[in-house]
């Protein structure tokens, strides 16, 4: 049975949004709100959310999931990696998931884990139009490579070294649109 981890990523500093971008409301309910919703639990042995701010600290428990705390955002997505792929290292995969894509939807996300459980050499993304989005799941054998990142090198950079083991479950465009700026989310708001 293979072990599957998830990695909620909610720990950086969103200087393109102002402040706290995972607080901003989308009809009522806050970006990581609506990320944690979007995570299929019964999918996943482990989920863990890392995140710089003590109120997504205490929402986490509402989910069950663990929480670590980032004190070092300012290090880049290289070590929300590093310090979510720790907690998961006996897993046989983990997926990465981002906490400002409002649109997500739970289904696709427990779709994409049922895809690489198929294929489970392969990295697993969701996609649209043949383009790459998140989340991503990776096997374990790029674990590794996941820990040497540095600075601002997410996923991506990995990915590129393999990019003949990705595999894309295709959705909806608006579910792998992110928010990155106040007028992002406006939009996204108009669209409804």
Known sequence: MLK????VMAAGNARRFGDNKLAAQLRGRSLILRALEAVP????????????YPEII??????????VHNQHPDWGISHTIHLGLTELRDCDGAMFLVS???????????????????QPDRIAALGHGGV???????????????????EDHGGNTVIRRHEEDL????????????????QALKEIEDKR
């Open 41 to 52: 639990a019964e999918m996943f042995d482990s989920v863990v959310v890392v995140t710089q």
């Open 167 to 182: 595999v894309l479950l295709e959705v909806e465009a608006q579910e792998l649109t992110d928010v990155d700026t106040p």
């Open 58 to 67: 205490r929402l986490v428990k509402d989910f069950h999931f663990a929480s």
């Open 4 to 7: 599957i981890g998830c990695v």
């Open 100 to 118: 400002d894509q409002p649109l997500l939807e739970r289904e696709s996300v427990a779709e994409l884990v049922r895809l690489w459980k198929r």
């Open 132 to 150: 790459r989005g998140n989340p991503c799941l990776f096997p374990a054998r790029l674990f590794p490579e996941l820990m040497e990142l540095r």
